[in-house]
């Protein structure tokens, strides 16, 4: 799964890899991006945009009784999912990153991990949203596909992001024209060797940290015991 992630990019990158796209002004920069903020989604009605999505579906009555929301989506049944068939076909988004966390545990430790690319410099991950109504308000909301992990990362989890690699991945994922094979041959675990990790301090742990040394690199778990 992916429950937290990192989005610190600076407009210039972005506005180089997606040419052509309106960036918003207000640009806020993240290393700690958790379920129920909002965060940027690169989305298609009738022209590409980005804009600011809250992340995580949940319905009125969820918010009520203070249910958690649903933040990831399996690849593998994505179209079958209620809560999910409907945005998988029609209302496809991309989520801009530099990296994600991962926990592992040794023994009774949990060690944070950054997993990003080996050398890109953004790390987009496909998503799904959909709005919502709340309060007299209308909200537009996003969650993260997943797929298997590769090797790079298996050892962390059994899940990661489906990660758009390619420009065009992220052309053929935005499309309106892109049938469920093509969808489905897009949502599989990224090439071995894509992705690098590394053990993080534990301030990462602090949903209300969101910048400061959240990247450094943290002891080696092997330092441990």
């Known amino acids: 799964m992916c429950g937290r992630y990192s989005f610190n990019v600076k407009k210039d990158v972005l506005k180089v890899l ?3 796209v309106s960036l918003p002004k207000d640009w806020v920069e993240s290393l700690n991006i958790c379920p129920t903020e909002q965060a940027l989604a690169i989305h298609k009605v009738d022209t ?3 804009s600011f999505m809250r992340w995580g579906f949940q319905q009125n ?37 530099d990296s994600f966390y991962e926990w592992k545990s040794y023994g009774k430790s949990k060690i944070p991990y950054r997993i990003l690319p080996s050398e890109d410099p953004v790390l987009f ?14 909200f537009s909301s996003f969650v ?6 590769n090797e790079d990362i298996a050892f962390l989890h059994n899940r990661m992001p489906v990660i758009l690699e390619t420009e065009d991945k992220r052309e053929n994922w935005l499309s ?15 090439p071995s060797a894509y992705l690098r990790s590394y053990p993080v301090a534990p301030l990462v742990n602090n949903i209300k940290v969101k910048n ?7 002891h080696s778990p092997l330092t441990l015991f």
Not at 176 to 190: G, P, Q, R
């Open 18 to 20: 997606l040419p052509g």
């Open 48 to 50: 590409m945009a980005i």
């Open 61 to 97: 009555y969820a918010i009520k009784k203070d249910l958690p929301p649903y933040i990831n989506a399996r690849s593998e049944t994505i179209f079958e999912k209620v809560n999910f068939k409907g945005s998988i076909v029609n209302r496809r988004c991309i989520i801009p990153a």
């Open 125 to 138: 991950m496909a998503g799904i949203w959909q709005t919502f109504e709340y309060s007299n308000h209308t």
């Open 144 to 149: 993260i596909v997943t797929t298997e992990s």
């Open 176 to 190: 309106d024209a892109a049938t469920k094979e093509e969808l489905v041959k897009i949502m599989v675990s990224s």
């Open 212 to 218: 400061g040394a959240l990247h450094d690199k943290g």
